[in-house]
């Protein structure tokens, strides 16, 4: 079994088992929308949202599902939802959908998601793939979020500007049209280089925050296993 099978069979949780800091997955998407904390935002939201209803949908009809043509069958429902949440951005959210771009059609390839339908949603009841949906959907949020947040503060001294892209368009378009600062204080963190360096400082952050908390960790009797003695009697 690879580390990424391992990794996945894992239960989910937004901490010990994040599908970006830990799993690596759906990186591409994090890593060039994380220019501002409203963009992290909206793309982990709508992220989220998808990989919930999907879920949901792929645990209910799991008795209906071709075993052989089971990822088609992903690929299919992911579309449908990231299709209808395309359209409902567009009607309602359109500057954050101009901002998001490409990325938000591309939810229904994010591995990230299909890797939950996969390994947990079509082998268990819908409440059960409903929850985990929602625990690696947060994560996955808390990741984004945390990246974005860095890039924006570092790269333009600011923390959740143009906050207005995260209203209905009705009620966002009169403060939109005043126009925000747009002031770079350190260009090279809004750079994709610089998205890979901080993501790589926020896993090493992660591993370094586990490593303090195993070694803090009281030792149980659990996990003290026995020597075993090894019998050399016999015969040979």
């Known amino acids: 079994m690879s580390e990424l ?91 954050l959908h101009r901002e998001l771009g490409i990325y938000i059609p591309l939810i229904c390839c994010n591995f990230a998601v299909l890797i939950r339908l996969e390994v947990h949603a079509i082998n268990h009841h819908w409440r059960s793939a409903l929850k985990d949906a929602a625990l690696t959907g947060s994560g996955f949020i808390v990741a984004i979020v945390a990246l974005s947040s860095l890039r924006e503060l570092i790269g333009r001294g600011t923390l959740l500007a143009d906050w207005q892209l995260l209203l209905p368009v009705s009620q966002a378009t009169a403060v939109i049209s005043k126009g925000s600062n747009t002031t770079e204080y350190f260009d090279f963190a809004l750079l994709l280089p610089a998205a890979f360096i901080l993501l790589g400082l926020l896993i090493a952050g992660k591993n370094l925050i586990d490593c303090k908390l195993n070694e803090n960790a009281p030792v149980t009797a659990r996990e003290i296993e026995p020597i075993k003695r090894a019998r050399v009697t016999g015969g040979l």
């Open 5 to 95: 099978q391992l990794n996945s069979s894992q239960a989910s949780s937004p901490w010990t088992n994040n599908p970006v800091l830990v799993q690596l997955l759906g990186l591409s998407p994090v890593l060039a929308i994380s220019t501002t904390l409203v963009n992290g935002l909206g793309l982990g939201i709508s992220t989220a949202l998808v990989m919930l209803l999907s879920s949901v949908t792929v645990s209910t009809l799991r008795t209906k599902i071709n075993q052989r043509w089971r990822f088609t069958w992903y690929l299919l429902i992911t579309a449908s939802y990231t299709t209808i949440l395309d359209s409902l951005l567009q009607w309602f959210y359109s500057p």
